[in-house]
């Protein structure tokens, strides 16, 4: 039964062992079905003469909205919500960063000292003959700017393509501030003002590009500066990283600032032996949600797992304490959490969660409040009942930021996306994708995000993960250098070269920001056209749940990407807003979002349109047959032609050639 609604075994394992003690967020969809009129959009409670529900003959509400006006508001809302989400935890990392280099804080510092300098550069903040704390006040100075500005345009626009910038400017969808774009969406939206669905769409992506080129990749360049710039590292993932000897202590939500001194407080002498005081051999860490992308990338901390198991991390008896912050929090984890031993410590001033302890956390006095949590969470240790931490957990590797990427095509000096376009162009990689996004309890947990990164490498797309995906993506194995076995022919050989598996952990949510970068980089390095519109590029978000994703996919579209969500068009009672966000908006900014539940048709339109983009720019068909005949590929091939002592055979002939001596 349980295996109908997950496909990680461990998932299903607690699922199963609690079935009669807990109810999760599995038994609530099961029981709890959508509502048919709000999930098509077809509702309209922008004010109190509604809800009006635009179903049957009736085609407009009280005051007259169309079902087209009524669909276009609800989604510029949650796209609104979405991107003030991720734009306040970028204003909170300026803040922090300020507070940083004024030496007001405990236990920040400036750890990428070469990051910010490239971001100050980027700002237009000048570090000659400056101190390094004097250039991060001003590149914080100037971060909050970005949102609060009411004129011009937000800075980071100028990142973009010239095309692309111009392409914005014509269409009058520069994001002028990112908190201007959010109020002003809130504004048109709200009843009796914007009422053609287009213009509101045309302001949503406004509002979104505010998001991925503002909010987001401002929160992505803080973070480096202050908690360092990822590179590859190995960890582990799944529940079977709790530790039945160790203090578990499970760090859910976003914002890395609080997470960064846990995982420093982790290992705090004082509190190791506090914890070995109360029979524990040590303090084991482990992330749920985007916070654990943060941690994994930086430090290696493994993730127990993505939104969906935030309640059976719980469940395993064997969580000490669970400490969360902002966004993605089930309401349902106090309630879990009281049935056993588990803490649920609550520490965001913006979010009070009724049966939780409230820990504030202020950066001011950042490691005494991870201090006051850890020891909170050993203090739980001696209390904890039978356990049942599945023994299951996969290898990963993660840690692959845009400039990492950049440097293992070309060094330190000579930083490139040469290898990779070339690779593009040469037809050994088919194109590259993007799945990102959330677990949905409404479809089978990673069942989408699995199957369709696997279908997508077997065909030679280059994958790049975030998010809950990544998280999905790693549990199944995706994430090991090992699977390049299951990529097609022409990727096999490309990850070999370069030595990188073919699924790429790029971060969290806000990350997302990083694949901007890497596809502007990808676009302006020559030969594969000149804008990300021109490249053979998917976005995929197979089982999205949150209104960030919306954000995250509409700034993705606004950029010129091709973008598919699974799960359930959120639109769909509106046939021009559907049609405007897909084909309106591909006529117009080169990207568009459809949605499209099944996953074989989500795939076919996927490779459908890489392809035409690889015809566009006058490329060889791709071919799954060209490549192969090099690298490990061409041992096995003669292994099974010739045998494999023959081969050892001829190898040893010619020790130091990498050529087997019959083919030199
Ligand atoms: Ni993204 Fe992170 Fe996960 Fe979805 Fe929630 S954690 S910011 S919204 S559920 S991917």
Known sequence: MSDELSVDRAACMILESCEEEIVTAFDRAGSLKPCPIGSESLCCKVCYMGPCRLVGKTDRGVCGATRATVAARNFARSVAAGASAHSDHGRDLAFTLMAA??????????????????????????????SVNDIAYDVGKEALDNFGRQRGTITYLSRATRRRQALWKELDIEPRGIDREVV??????HMGVDQDAEHILDATMRCALGDGWGGSMLATDISDILFGTPSPLQSQVNLGVL?????????????????????????????????ASKGAKGINLAGICCTANEVLMRHGIPPAGNFLSQELAIATGAVEAMVVDVQ??????????KRFHTKLIATSKKAKIEGAEFIPFDEHKAYDSAKAIVRAAIDQFPKRGSTRIPPIKEELIAGFSHEYIGYMQGGLYRSSFRPLNDAIIAGRIRGLAGVVGCNNARVKQDEGITKIIRELIRNDVLVVVTGCAATGAAKDGYLRPEFMEEAGAGLREVCEAIGIPPVLHVGSCVDNSRILTILTQCATEGGLGDDISDLPAVGICPEYMSEKAVSIGTYVAASGIYVLFGVHNPVGGSPEVVDLISNGWMKKVGGGIVWEPDTDKLLELAFAHIDRKRRDLGLAAYDP???????????EKLEQQLGQEQVVGLYSANPSSSTPAAES
């Open 101 to 130: 280099a004024q030496g007001e804080t405990q236990g920040y510092r400036i750890r990428d000292v070469n990051k910010l300098y490239a971001v100050a550069e980027l700002l237009g903040i000048e570090t000659k003959n400056r």
């Open 328 to 337: 993605c929090i089930m309401q349902a984890l106090a309630d879990v959490a």
């Open 243 to 275: 530790k039945e000897d160790q203090v578990n202590i499970v760090l859910h939500g976003h914002e890395p600032t609080l997470s960064e001194m846990i995982v420093a407080a982790s290992s705090d002498p004082e509190l190791l032996d506090y914890a």
């Open 625 to 635: 047959t060209r490549f192969g005949a090099s690298g490990d590929r061409l041992i």
């Open 184 to 189: 002003e969406l809130l504004h048109r939206t």
